[in-house]
């Protein structure tokens, strides 16, 4: 491997020779010139020194990688869009939020601020080297050891998920849900004949499959709960879709055994026809009759998992660099980021540096499922943790590294990909785009911003509005994110002509002022079902009218006559229904309409009247048209606009 020189440390830092000699000099590293080599680990510590220094001098540098957008240079600036695009008016440049840049206009404004812009390198080569530093340990035969089992709780809706739950741990979640339903995904650890079960409960609603999804990747079983009285549902279907694609054993719970109406053996029926034979029924699936109101066959339960557990010989190594998964997170108002993790492999500590995603940080405090403070997280352990830059997006990866450095440099590189990806979808429409669907019939749609208590809300609730898109109104949410709705969110939905929805949040009062100021609608709920009927509605305003063509009666053609100045008039018997004056019509001759048209005049004998009724004679005239025949039919017709609805 060949060393680094002085010079070239000097060109890389755009210092002089001479002042990076000294620098070294004064941190006793051996140099002579501007060619002394510098020993590797020598090197990292006197970088970083140099880097301080440089930016003492200059301000602190931000580095470009590529193309500079407004929206770009605002994020790195940490200043909002609209305060970059007036430096930039009063600099003499128009540019948009999404507009490129030179960098040489990017470094006049950053230097308004205080900072230097510097050209980067390639943001994958960067980013490929940093991420080697995150590669997980191999683990080795001799350090594994046996750890708990994760069982995640799956069902349809009202099935009794929670409620078995409670019985397990004997806590009553369902009280303090909105409607009584589980909104969330929560993470449990009881203890089972002396051995420590963790327990995932995920939300029954259809609308939080991604979340559901998430739990059977981090699980080792499913117990799927079906109520002994309502038998297989869509949802239940979804559960056992889940559990095989995540390919964990299956135990299944039948529920409310004690109701009047309850038929395990239909249940068992059900579950063949999805394929899970029960072992009473010559299968392998094992099926535990329960009833977690009278806290019924719950021990057995619990003696099928470890059961289970064991045949699976679940096994992780507990000395190496932890790794895990995010199950939910969350930015609580007093403690700021704070994600539900389950630790998969290694030990996490109090203290250690980890990178979440796109979030990096150092762990400050761990709380565990019974809200006590741990020191450490062992293998299948659920912890929240407190210390995170942002908040992380749940299925996301945990990994602990070395050093706090290394895990804001990975975060940073990643958030940096991310907004390129984002912008690079977002580009405007070019003319080979535009011509090619100039002949489509044009989509209307209905931008949202979503903002929700928990990230797994918010993408349960973006899934279940962007299923509302059809073929003339596509509904599209612009933005998603945890937290109040506040006043960056509002300009968003000012400048995108979006309306704002918080599910289990409320505006700051600043962003309510601004959202009146601005006329930016924000909605406010706490069940979703609400939300999809509300843009539901918006949306059939949105449809263009349906206009439905309505026949009010039909007359024969008797007599032509001809006036001079007027045209041709038609001697008319009504032989159907009304004709109105000033409706429209439509000539039909030989059962083919030939013309479509208004009238002209009606009359009966010389007096203009409103309308004729069946069995009356009348004289027609149509605007415009003159060629009318003896025989023809005559049909009258009105046009109505008919309410649209989704289908």
Known sequence: MSKTRVYQIAKELGMSNEDVLVKLKELEINVVDENSEIEEDELELAMDILKDEVAATNGPTIKIDGKLTVQELANKLDKSASEIIMKLMKMGTMASINQEISLEIGSLVASEYGFELVQGGSDEEELEAIEELLEIEEDREEDLVKRPPVVTVMGHVDHGKTSLLDAIRSTNVTSSEAGGITQHIGASEVMVNGEKVVFLDTPGHEAFTSMRARGAQVTDMAILVVAADDGIMPQTVEAINHAKAANVPLIVAINKIDKPGANPDRVKQELSEQGLLVEDWGGDVICVPVSALKREGIDTLLEMVLLVAEVEE??????????????????????????????????????????????????????????????????????????????????????????????????????????????????????????????????????????????????????????????????????????????????????????????????????????????????????????????????????????????????????????????????????????????????????????????????????????????????????????????????????????????
Request: with cysteine; aromatic share 4%.
């Open 314 to 647: 679940l096994k992780a190594n507990p000395k190496k660099r932890a790794v895990g998964t995010v199950i939910e997170a969350e930015l609580d108002k007093g403690r700021g980021p704070v994600a539900t993790i389950l630790v998969q492999g290694g030990t996490l500590n109090v203290g250690d540096p980890i990178v979440c995603g796109l979030a990096s940080g150092k762990v400050r405090a761990m709380i565990n499922s019974k809200g006590k403070r741990v020191k450490a997280a062992t293998p299948s352990t659920a912890v929240e943790i407190l210390g995170l830059s942002e908040v992380p997006q749940g299925g996301d990866q945990f990994v602990a590294v070395a050093t706090d450095k290394i895990a804001r440099n990975v975060a940073e590189k990643r958030q940096q990909m991310a907004r390129e990806e984002m912008l690079k979808s977002n580009q405007r429409m070019s003319l080979d785009d535009f011509f090619s669907q100039m002949g489509d019939a044009e989509v209307k749609e209905l931008n949202i911003v979503i903002k929700a208590d928990v990230q797994g809300s918010v993408q349960a609730v973006k899934q279940s509005l962007e299923k509302l898109s059809n073929e003339e109104v596509a509904v599209r949410v612009i933005h998603g994110g945890v937290g109040a709705v506040t006043e960056s969110d509002v300009m968003l939905a000012a400048a995108s002509n979006a309306i704002i929805i918080g599910f289990s949040v409320r505006p700051v009062p600043g962003a309510e002022m601004l959202a009146q100021k601005e006329s930016v609608d924000v909605r406010t709920y706490t069940i979703i079902y609400k939300a999809i009927e509300d843009v539901q509605a918006a949306m059939t305003g949105m449809l263009d009218p349906e206009y439905r063509d309505e026949d009010t009666g039909k007359a024969e053609v008797r007599e032509t006559f001809k006036l001079s100045g007027v045209g041709t008039i038609a001697g008319c018997y009504v032989t159907n229904g009304k004709i109105f004056r000033g409706s429209k019509v439509r000539v039909v001759r030989d059962g083919i309409i030939i013309h479509e048209g208004e009238l002209a005049a009606l009359k009966r004998f010389k007096d203009d009247v409103k309308e004729v009724n069946y069995g009356y004679e009348c004289g027609m005239s149509f605007v415009n048209y003159n060629d009318i025949k003896e025989g023809d039919i005559i049909e009258a017709y009105i046009t109505k606009e008919v309410e649209r609805k989704l289908k």
